[in-house]
């Protein structure tokens, strides 16, 4: 590691892809990840890679399947109604089994919505972002560090189990500036990927890239097998932060930006004699269920905070099997709750036990 150096989030996040061996870079612009695409093509050239801004959302997704079916490290990155237009093209890389980094710097919606931060995208991300049965392997970064290193694992995790993944940012976290290190920089060449398209000289069988299977008996099996894989990564993927939750009473489930904000409403509780915690998924897909799970034994009362109107919420339900209660308090629209608000809803969560 070097020296630390202040980065916005978005140019920290691209420099990191490059550093994380990424050469091929192709999007669009869309506030608020737009510093994304523009550091890529001011640096790409200077490391013999190729920045491509490309005619709409839909043609640049489908420039990183071709990329990334060639074996080499590709990416892209949008905002929220991009994410949308790209959707068909991630179903195709997923339908093809290839790895790929996507990145959604979220904003307020639905439809244009505005360009304030927001984390209404989670459904998206892990329940449906494309066409069919798949799954992403999506990480929710919440410092700037994070961010930087997130890039390494996702394009790590999405190569070992070829899967696409998505690194799901906000318009707080892309804009602000922290001081990060960076990892020592990989060479381009990456592990033989002996499934790429990347020429054979007759020293192998060709390899086909594709996602459409006409029988149905033949398709069943491809998606049964990548499902195989799936739990292959619920069981050793899962990945969160546990903040102060050993004895709590109460504990604050809360991912990316808003668990930044739920951090300090927790030290707030503690200081008035609450016993709070905080749980933070780090990776969105798979849910860190185990983590969730193992605190229900002993926490009355688990509070979601959010940047929605309730999404995350939904699983933690599942995790808690009604064994718990679970609340939720969310600000949307582009409004960031802040730590006074979350301290005031877990002091509501905490009276009602006392009566």
Sequence with gaps: MGE????KGNEALAEAAIQAGCRHYFGYPITPQTEIAAYMSKRMPKVGGCFLQAESEVAAINMVLGASSAGVRAMTSSSSPGISLK???VSYIAGSDLPALIINVQRGGPGLGGIQPSQSDYWQATKALGHGDFQLFVLAPSTIQEMVDFVSLGYEVGE??????MILSDGMLGQMMEPVE???????????KTWATNGHKNKRKKNIINSL???PQVLEDLVKERFERYEKIKATEQRAEEYLVDDADIVVVAFGASARVSRNAVNMAREAGIKAGLIRPITLWPFPENTIKKAVSHTKDFLCVEMNMGQMVDDVRLCVEGKSEVSFFG???GMIPTPEEVFNEIKKLSEKEAK
Excluded: C, D, H, N
């Design 4 to 7: 630390k150096v202040l980065m």
């Design 87 to 89: 959707s068909e093209g």
């Design 160 to 165: 070992k189990y070829r899967i696409p993944t």
């Design 182 to 192: 960076f990892p020592e920089a990989k060479e381009t060449a990456q592990a033989e």
């Design 213 to 215: 299977y006409i029988e």
């Design 331 to 333: 600000r949307t629209g």
